[in-house]
């Protein structure tokens, strides 16, 4: 996850004083993906076009000069891992986004990213390969602020979060200036109300026409929300523009898992080539694996006992090579293909296999 990623935990730290585990089960977009999204509900975003090559790279650079007179130009290597901006490719260059005066530029800069690896402080040694770019306009950003959408267990529902300030750490500014951040809690069943949200976009620092902008997006960024069944929404900045007025300059969307069957448009978009096989595979097979650097692989059914199971192998010395829960509805299949899984991982010397029989039909 990206680094600027909200954290329910942070958050639920800095509303209720206790923090709550967040769900990992999620569907993350590129960028590109994303604001895309964005432009089909109404919300201003910086307009941008993929390229899988340099000489398509300078291609949309020149179309942004012809159609809307592009002064300059940023250049995003489209990863799904965060921290790209400090990040180093494999062919020298340092930094994954860069921003740019001249079209040439653009495609020089995208010939040093496309074909290459990424490796960012989240990616580890190994990087991730880097196969397409996203060339915008860059547009100047006279002010930046934080805005987000998630789900709070306490709250009992949705809550919007805003803070005025907006590029940088959330979390850095939740522990050290609390007072930054407001919230508003929505009321699931009746929707946002405005006049509260036109009260938020306030608290932003956003007044006049732009207050009624900010408003706005903020309104159809919760009907994304709803209706794309999104666990979380951050737009990190959402700034203030001199050109564009209010623009979202940034955008992480997360999707709940359990809502693929009515989201199908949305999970096409999937992208797995940065995940790690196993696990992908694992979740071909309905099965619930996280691949780990120990030795002992662990077999197990439901999460509790799978973590409880791989306390007690490192409370004993040895190295846990996996979580794995096959649920209580497993078939005699899944269970196969789970050993199948483990052992492929070429660390794994042995398996501990933990079932309890309540929830599962060992009969067979």
Sequence with gaps: MASRVLCRRVFASCLHGQPKAASVRCLNLH?????????????????????????????????LLSAHGAKQYVVK?????????????????????????KIDEVEDVSSKMIGYKLVTKQTGEQGVDVSRVMVGEALDIMRETYFSIVLDRAAGGPVMVGSPEGGMDIEWVAEHKPDKIFTLPIDIMAGPVKEKVMELAANLGFDGELRTQACHQMLMLYKLF???????????????????????????????????????????????????????????????FIKMDGNIGCLVNGAGLAMATMDIVKLHGGDP??????????????????????????????????????IVDCRD
Excluded: W
Excluded at 326 to 333: M, S, Y
Excluded at 336 to 342: L, M, R, S, Y
């Design 31 to 63: 960028e590109s993906d994303s604001k895309q999204l964005l432009q089909t509900y109404d919300v201003a975003v910086q307009r941008f076009g993929v390229a899988h090559n340099a000489q398509e790279a300078r291609t949309v650079a020149e179309n």
């Design 226 to 288: 709803s209706e794309k069944d999104a666990t979380q929404v951050e737009i990190n900045p959402l700034g203030q523009s001199p050109d564009r007025g209010v623009v979202c300059f940034d955008a992480k969307i997360n999707f709940d898992d359990n809502a693929a069957f009515r989201q199908k448009d949305m999970y096409a978009l999937k992208d797995d080539s940065e995940d790690d096989p196993l696990e992908v595979e694992a979740i071909n097979c309905g099965l619930n």
């Design 321 to 358: 090579a996996n979580f794995l829960d096959v649920g209580g509805g497993v078939k005699e299949h899944q269970v196969t293909q789970a050993f199948n899984i483990i052992s492929s991982d070429p660390k794994v010397k042995s398996i501990l296999v933990n079932i309890f029989g309540g």
């Design 77 to 101: 290597a489209l990863v799904l891992t965060g921290g790209r901006g400090k990040g180093m490719l494999s062919s020298g260059m340092k930094g994954g986004v860069k921003v740019v005066d």
